[in-house]
């Protein structure tokens, strides 16, 4: 396994200035509209590497809020503070929960498949 030597001031510059040049000279002799899609293709696979982040952590959030609220439901009906039919987390909470969960995971794949992965126009003719 590689370390990564990247640091702070000098030394972190030196890295990021001697991959550019490693990069520099993988590029040379390759056409401009090639090096375009090349760095095209990772801004997208950055984008969706994000939005799947994103979903994953907004969703681990819920689960962990959902549990806290569980927490408290289960010392308040030992403290007979509540009865059984007055819990926050109920049956409808927890499909809510999963139907939402299942519209956001659509959403993302939507979106990453309409504006992350689009099909380029390369100026051809199109059906209509």
């Not at 030196?14 to 993988?26: I, P």
């Not at 009865?83 to 499909?95: K, T």
Request: charged share 20%.
């Amino acid at each position: 396994m590689t370390e990564r030597t990247e640091g702070v001031g000098t030394e972190g510059n030196e890295a990021r200035v001697g991959r550019q040049a490693g990069l520099k000279k993988q590029f040379h002799g390759l056409s401009p509209k090639t090096q375009l899609d090349f760095w095209d293709a990772i801004i997208r696979r950055n984008i969706a590497y994000a939005i799947m982040a994103l979903f994953a952590v907004v969703n681990l959030a819920t689960l962990v809020f959902v549990y806290a609220l569980l927490q408290v439901d289960q010392a308040d009906l030992v403290a007979k503070l509540i009865g059984p039919g007055d819990r926050v987390v109920n049956a409808s909470v927890v499909m809510t929960l999963l139907g939402a969960t299942t519209v956001q995971l659509g959403s993302a794949m939507l979106i990453m498949a309409r504006f992350v992965f689009r099909p380029v126009d390369r100026g051809g003719l199109r059906a209509e």
